[in-house]
């Protein structure tokens, strides 16, 4: 019953998705790695198709989803390895979580732990997956290891192009999340001191957007599923601050050197990219006398 509920629940999400933004002016260039163009939220009607509304059973199904997504899930914790850690990727619109390693100890990004993001962040509705940009996933990790959280929820990551409307989400740059345990505002204010950045808060909507971009832009959307949308750009001063102050070498993900991070951990046969499950020894009996095998 429960995953038919959030099955509900994220249709409701997609139906009304707001993608990031569509056709603004040219921003200043920054970092090869940071992406290419700037662009602006806008209300557009795609979120309104439709209904303009919601009836009460659905806002009641909405919102005990949107709670089920801020609950810490039992069991799930980072491990960390040589001073990186690992983070748990679930995908709200399928059910389908991975542990993965995004990083070796020299900053490099895995490919196979990317290529596993890549397929829990596709588009579930056109059954297609797109490369996500390098510094999303760098990004991500710098979020939850600022926050020490496990675990990141994905909302809506690739959605495959429709119409005429353009969105970073169709290109990889874009994600939609939440961090279970985090409150969203906080998600947003570590999200926004990355610098060259798009920040949105969906408050009703229960997640928050994150993009790589040339400007960063920030802003606020109450609408919910179903509801045209109602952006709101907020903090123009902390965008133009958090740009000024971007230091492409502070993008590098580096192993921490403390006591926690680089702690031994127990012996796993578990793959990198796998789900974590770890048995405890089996004890071994004391064999008899007279017992011992004869060689």
């Not at 019953?1 to 921003?27: D, E, F, K, N, Y």
């Not at 557009?44 to 609950?71: D, E, F, L």
């Amino acid at each position: 019953m429960s995953r038919v509920l959030t099955g509900l629940a994220v249709i409701l999400v997609l139906l009304g998705a707001r993608s990031a933004p569509a056709h603004p002016p040219q921003g200043r260039r920054g970092a090869a790695s940071i992406g290419r163009g700037t662009h602006t939220p806008r209300n557009r009607g795609r979120h309104a198709r439709g209904r303009s509304g919601r009836s009460a059973a659905q806002k009641a199904v909405y919102a005990a989803a949107v709670a089920r997504w801020q609950r810490v899930p039992a069991g799930v914790r980072t491990t960390w390895r040589d001073g990186l850690r690992d983070i748990t990727f679930y995908a709200v619109n399928t059910g389908d979580q991975a542990v993965v390693r995004l990083f070796e100890p020299d900053g490099t990004l895995r490919p196979e732990a990317a290529r596993e993001v890549r397929r829990l962040a596709g588009d579930r509705r056109s059954g297609e997956d797109h490369e996500l940009d390098p510094r999303i996933l760098a990004l991500l990790y710098r979020l939850v290891s600022q926050l020490d959280a496990p675990q990141i929820s994905i909302i809506s990551g690739f959605r495959a192009p429709r119409g005429r409307g353009h969105s970073l989400h169709s290109e990889g740059r874009a994600v939609d999340i939440v961090v279970p345990g985090i409150d969203l505002e906080r998600v947003a204010q570590v999200a926004r001191g990355f610098g060259h950045v798009g920040v949105g808060t969906y408050p009703s909507s229960g997640f928050v957007h994150l993009d790589v971009r040339d400007r960063s832009y920030f802003w606020v959307d109450r609408s919910g599923p179903g509801q045209r949308g109602r952006v709101r750009q907020v903090r123009l001063d902390e965008s133009r601050a958090a740009d000024l102050a971007f230091d492409p070498a502070a993008e590098r993900i580096q192993p921490r050197m403390d006591d926690r991070s680089l702690a031994p951990e127990p012996t796993s046969t578990m793959a990198d990219s796998e789900p974590v499950t770890r048995t405890p020894p089996r004890s071994r009996r004391p064999r008899r006398p007279g017992n011992e095998r004869r060689r």
